[in-house]
């Protein structure tokens, strides 16, 4: 598989650290509210990835934390009256629920900020001790002039980042650059270390729990959305640069934004539009095939019309696949057939060249067309049939497109054959009363 990677703003061939294995970490959401469907793109994205890679063998290890402790959960949890766990055991459910909606697989790790307290405190003096973080009263600050390199994975040098740097009313620090690893704070939940009773900073948490669950300071893939890019990733490899002199993952890789009406998604403007209430709406799979209709590196507009097309394309796939599941059915077939290799080939090769999910995407379709040729003879080839709905059924999976398949009862049968005869005979009345049953369980 070939991946952009952000670092080297080229596509490049994933070849795992530990071979047949893939270490992949994808940023996670600060839990204070329910993720809207920003948050759902790295949700769909990154399972792709991941199903993609397991469809050819490899054993993927995925890692996507729950950031716990921040202001934002902290002020509501003030505004609630409640515990900041309450907060957070709230939101992390609601995420759980919104990926098992998508049909996303449960990562393998979901590691928490606050359970990982200890060894982001320790991380923090170990860059003190290194001369690449300081002290100022109860805060600690990271010295973005210890890393020569700063600005790598943004590609913006620090001089351009230093003119173009916001006015900063906090003179404590020594370069407008230099980022918070710790917080002194009397307001929230806190915890003691040695320069003061606070919190840590964001851009430290995540350099923390990938060490601390893969144990090894370097990883396949760290991932997450195109809005994490600069700052937080950039201030992830300088910290990774100074303590384990790598940048903490070969390749970076990042997903578009989500646009609503040609705008972009803001609470400032009110439109955004919370993943759980889309899902009801819409149902997970077409939230889902909205998502990966478009590559994942290039953004994302949500309209009527997105919707609607949407709808309309899995309409046509889902009639195609339930009606190989009847037929297969009434011909008494077998239940396993082998995979289609040209067409399996033809998606792989697709979700290879840079998680091409819209070529992808296409294959289905000209399989599709395939199976309705195949349906629409007399005497159909069952094992030609069995073979592309096998084919399509595991293209689906890695797609996360999940259809119920139809079941075809003796009664149903026996129905069906009928609903054949009445045709037959020109009996359009009594035909029409077997059709419109039939077609109610799916069969039709």
């Known amino acids: 598989m070939k991946l952009y990677n952000s670092y080297s703003q080229k596509v490049e061939e994933l070849k795992p650290i530990e071979p047949g294995k893939v270490s992949m970490y994808v940023c996670g959401p600060t839990v204070y509210n329910y993720p809207h469907v920003g948050n759902a793109r790295p949700i769909v994205v990154f399972d792709t990835l991941k199903k993609a890679l397991e469809a050819q063998g ?14 934002k959960i902290i002020n509501t949890a003030i505004e609630q009256n409640v515990s900041e766990k309450e907060i957070t055991d709230k939101y992390i459910k609601a995420y759980a629920q919104t990926r098992a909606d998508l049909h996303a697989d449960q990562p393998n790790v979901t590691p928490r900020v606050t359970e990982t307290m200890d060894q982001v405190i320790a991380f923090i003096q170990k860059l003190i001790d290194l001369g690449a973080a300081y002290q100022v009263g109860g805060d600690v600050y990271f010295r973005v002039n210890a890393d020569q390199a700063y600005g790598e994975l943004s590609h913006q040098n620090m001089e351009d980042l230093m003119v173009g740097a916001r006015i900063d009313e906090n003179t404590k620090k020594e370069n407008p650059l230099d980022f918070t690893l710790w917080k002194a704070t009397d307001k929230g939940i806190q915890w003691d270390t040695p320069w003061s009773k606070g919190r840590p900073g964001w851009h430290t948490e995540c350099v923390v729990m990938i060490q601390d669950v893969f144990k090894k300071p370097l990883i396949d893939i760290h991932g997450g959305g195109l809005d994490l890019k600069f700052p937080h990733h950039e201030n992830e490899i300088a910290q990774c640069e100074i303590v384990n002199h790598t940048h903490l993952a070969n390749l970076w890789i990042h997903n578009g934004m989500i646009n609503i009406d ?3 998604m803001s609470k400032s403007i009110g439109n955004v539009r919370w993943a759980k209430d889309l899902i009801a709406q819409f149902g997970g799979n077409e939230i889902r095939w909205i998502l990966i209709s478009t590559h994942y590196r290039a953004p994302l507009n949500l309209n009527e019309e997105t919707f609607q097309q949407a709808e309309k394309e899995l309409t046509r796939i889902q009639t195609a696949y339930n009606q190989a599941c009847v037929k297969l059915q009434m011909a008494d077939a077998q239940d396993s057939y082998t995979v289609n290799e040209e067409s399996w080939n033809a998606f792989i090769a697709a979700l ?3 998680l091409n999910t819209p070529n992808a995407i296409s294959t289905i ?18 094992d030609l049939v069995g073979s592309l709905k096998t084919t399509m059924e595991k293209m689906l999976y890695v797609l996360g497109i999940e259809f119920e398949p139809v079941v075809v009862s003796s009664e149903d ?4 054959k009928k609903w054949r005869e009445a045709v037959k005979e020109k009996n359009f009345d009594v035909a029409d009363q077997y059709r419109h049953t039939l077609q109610e369980k799916g069969i039709l």
């Open 365 to 382: 379709f000209e399989l599709m067309k395939q199976l309705n040729q195949a349906l629409r003879k007399r005497d159909i080839d069952t």
């Open 262 to 264: 040609n705008k972009k």
């Open 58 to 71: 490899l054993e993927v290890t995925y890692v996507s934390n729950y950031t716990d402790v921040d202001d």
């Open 352 to 354: 290879n060249d840079d």
């Open 413 to 416: 049968k026996e129905m069906y």
